[in-house]
């Protein structure tokens, strides 16, 4: 894989309109796994490709876990209220052949907020109800996390993890040739594709600034989703390609998703 730059992905902040959306992701983390590029076999169209990397002279696909809560969710361009709201991401790292940008196919979401009826019946979102629950303690003196636990009950996907941080540690990101390659691949990623509830295929775009994430460790996790997909086994989710965590970060959302031929 080629080295990439932050400098040749960051860009000035397009001007949101209509009704685009600014949030807050509090306690955001991108809890990783390495993966046999097969397990993908079948789960997006063939305008994508597997962004894939050679670990241990063995080829990987990554796919990753992003939980976190909404805060200040809201108009990023009217007077609106404001909505606080747990949600978990999970992410198949993709490259769009007819572009040849890197972005990310998702597998869905899930959302604890009665919000939740605008994207999954007015937009066909692949996302799902799922009641999310973090428990946290940040030391704001170290910049560390001293607990990070995060629940959802969901009938589409259950989850539980549980990660921490220790001071000063490196951030080690297996398979890429530098740090910077590997932040740039796994945080940056504006484009977003996946199959809507009607079978269709939708995208949608976000802008956020370069994330100034650290280096967490995983105790324990337990993702459904992937177990019950066949792409990581249970065994497997204890052992991460990497995780990454930033207690806060903002996100413009560019709305509505389109829906491709």
Request: hydrophobic fraction near 40%; charge should be negative; aromatic fraction near 14%.
């Amino acid at each position: 894989m080629d080295s990439l730059k932050f400098k040749d992905f960051l860009h000035p902040r397009p001007s949101p309109k209509g009704i685009d959306v600014l949030c807050k992701l509090q306690h955001f983390a991108i809890i990783t796994y390495a993966v046999d590029p097969s397990r993908f076999d079948g789960l997006y169209p063939e305008r994508f490709k597997l962004d894939t990397l050679i670990i241990n002279s063995e080829e990987k696909a990554l796919i990753s876990v992003v939980p976190f809560i909404d805060i200040d969710f809201t108009s990023a361009v009217f007077p609106f209220p404001k909505f606080k709201m747990g949600q978990t991401n999970y992410r198949i790292y993709i490259v769009d052949k007819e572009t040849n940008e890197r972005c990310v196919w998702f597998l869905g979401t899930t959302l604890d907020s009665w919000t939740l009826v605008v994207p999954r019946f007015c937009w066909n979102l692949p996302w799902h109800s799922g009641e999310v629950k973090f428990d946290c303690e940040f030391d704001e003196s170290q910049q560390i996390y001293r607990k990070y636990k995060m629940t959802t009950e969901a009938t589409w996907a259950s989850a539980s993890v549980e990660l921490f941080q220790t001071q000063d540690t490196p951030i080690e990101l297996p398979g890429f040739p530098d740090p910077e390659t590997g932040l740039v691949y796994l945080t940056h990623p504006l484009a977003g594709f996946y199959h809507r509830r009607d079978g269709k295929l939708g995208t949608y775009r976000v802008w956020h600034k370069q994330l100034e994430v650290s280096h967490a460790k995983l105790i324990s996790a337990n993702f459904g989703l992937l177990s019950r997909l066949g792409l990581v086994t249970l065994e497997e989710q204890q052992v991460v390609h990497s995780v990454l965590i930033e207690p806060i970060n903002e996100f413009t959302i560019y709305l509505p998703p389109k829906v491709l031929k």
